[in-house]
Each structure stands twice: as structure tokens, then as C-alpha cells.
């Protein structure tokens, strides 16, 4: 029983473990991750280093690119062409089922933990404006799909140098990079639903059955398929951009 002396909204836990050590830790990750990226996506400069392209610029869509994947965007565009696409990997992330999870209780304290108290009292869940905005999750699966096509294309033009056939560091970086977030996207929870989470019976849907079991499969491993995926990114365009400033040279393999 409380004690009557003690208002309820005084008790914020009775848990005695390390419970915020996890949300500690996603505010450090995903708040490095968000300054890194954001100092990156704003240089404009050291994307490219042939014949690889950093995942934050691609698909490179304005003329002023280093280098160019789709022309769609003309010289009026004086920007870092980054800033043209990266809205679509960052709505994808920030509307994520996992991620939103992950920063309502790291960042906003909504709850911190199970068992710990909110931190705020005004809280609605993503019932209103402008959580509700959550929503468009499902549309952003299908923008981050046309991306990750563009990153796979990427990932082969890496094997592509000034010399002919070839594979660098940079060329498995790239690699790695594509396959990490075709897992992330696979096990999307919105890809789970498009699949044959939505049937009614899947009796006369077999395909539909097969194709939602292994996605379903992948599903359970989302959040670290989020953690890796995000961090490989980040390497990846770091990898690129020591490479182009020329403070690393790549190993080829072949
Ligand atoms: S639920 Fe995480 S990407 Fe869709």
C-alpha cells in the first residue's frame, strides 16, 4: 500500500535496477547519430570518392552533385544535395514503429521504463496532431524502397573503378550496407502487414502465407536490425568521406 502521505504522483518508481541505462544509451546513440548525420548531409562536400557514393547523398538528384545519379533537379538547386533526399531515410526512421518506441521513452520520458512513471502528464498517444502524423509510416516504406533499390545500384557501380572490374574495402562497405538496410526494411512491420498481414485467411492465400512467415521471421530481430543498419550508414558515409578527403586510401582486394 502507498503510504497516504505520499502523493502518487511523487512516487516515480519502486524499481531498484539499472532501468535507465537503456534509454541512456539510445539518447547517446541516436542523438550521435542525428548530430553526425546533420553535419554531414549540411557539408555538401567529400560524398564521393569514385566509384563510391556516400548512402547520404544517394540518390544524387541535383546537377550540382559530384556525381549525378538521376538529373531531376537543375543548376538553380545551390543546396548539399543531400538535404533533396535525406528526408525520406529520416521520415522512414523517425515514424518506425521501433524507433518511435525507442525515443517516446528515451527522449520524452513517455514512459522512461515499464513500471516508471511518465515524466509528463499531457501525453495522448499518437491519437492526435501531430503524433497521429505517425501513420504515413506505411507510405515511407515505399519511398525507403525506391531508395534502397538506388543504394543496391550503388553497391554495384562499386565494382565499377577508373580501371575496370574491382573490389575495394569500400566495395564491401557498400555491400554491407545495402544488405543491412534490406534487412531493416524487410522486417518492417508495415512490410509484415503489405505481405499478408492484412488477409483474413491465409488458407487461400498460400504464397502470400510463405512470403508473411519469413518476414514475420525477420520481424523479431527489427530493433537490432535498426541499431546495426543505422550504424553501419553512418560508417559507411564515413568511410567515404575519409576517402575522399584523403586521409585514408582503399585497400583493393581484386
Ligand atoms: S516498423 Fe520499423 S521500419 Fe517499419
New binding site residues.
Partial sequence: MANNSLAYNEVRTLRQDLWWVEPMLVVLGLGSFIVYTTWAALQGAYYYAAPYLSPFYSPCIATNCAHVSLPIIGPWWSLSPAILILWIPAG??AT????RKAYYRSFFGLPPGCGVRDITRNYWGETRFPLILQNI?RYF?WLAAIVLALLWWDAILAFRFPNGFGIGIGTVVLLANAALLSL??LS????RHLCGGYLDSFAKAPARYGTWKVVSRLNEH?MLY?WISLIWVGLTDLYVRLLAMGIITDLRII
Fill in positions: 522512414f526512421r518506425c514503429y521501433y524507433y509510416h516504406f531493416y526494411s518492417c512491420h508495415s512490410c527489427h535498426a
